[in-house]
């Protein structure tokens, strides 16, 4: 009944489900169209929270480094367009925030919870998750499973 709220992050060597999900400017982003890159996956709570803008930061930060490994990142919570709009130009995201309405995606990569849980994944090219951790994983940790 409350698996959801105890549950751990997909294992490591496991296929990531696939979503379909709409962009802050309404673009919408598939798993499936991303096959052949290393796809992170930043779930978070909120837009402007401390913790959240700092785990964010970090991977803007070490931009060079994200293509460098063939990578994209996404930031994922249930927060709407225009949030998600406003916090990316305000912080200067390179990569697009996706709205996940209801949580659905959040529950398929066991992230929902009475507040979105801090998870952090990498998929890699071939569909596979590579990396999954609960919490504010450094870039660098996160980018060493991604495959070149």
């Not at 998870?119 to 870039?139: Q, S």
Request: glycine share 8%; charged share 25%; with cysteine.
């Amino acid at each position: 009944m409350f698996d959801w709220l105890f549950s751990d992050p997909l294992a490591v060597g496991t296929k990531a489900p696939d979503f379909t999900l709409p962009d802050q400017d309404g673009n919408i982003v598939s798993l499936g169209a991303l096959r052949g890159k290393n796809v992170v996956l930043v779930f978070y709570p909120r837009d402007e929270t401390s913790v959240c803008t700092q785990q964010l930061c970090e991977f803007r930060d070490r931009w060079t480094d994200v293509q460098s490994k063939n990578t994209v990142v996404f930031g994922v919570n249930p927060q709407d367009a225009a949030s998600h709009s406003k916090f990316r130009e305000h912080r200067q995201f390179p990569f697009p925030l996706l709205t996940d309405e209801g949580q659905k995606m959040g529950e398929l990569y066991h992230a929902r919870g009475l507040i979105v849980k801090r998870t952090v994944y990498l998929i890699g090219p071939d569909g596979i998750i590579r990396y999954a951790k609960r919490g504010k994983p450094e870039p660098a940790e996160v980018l060493a499973s991604a495959k070149t």
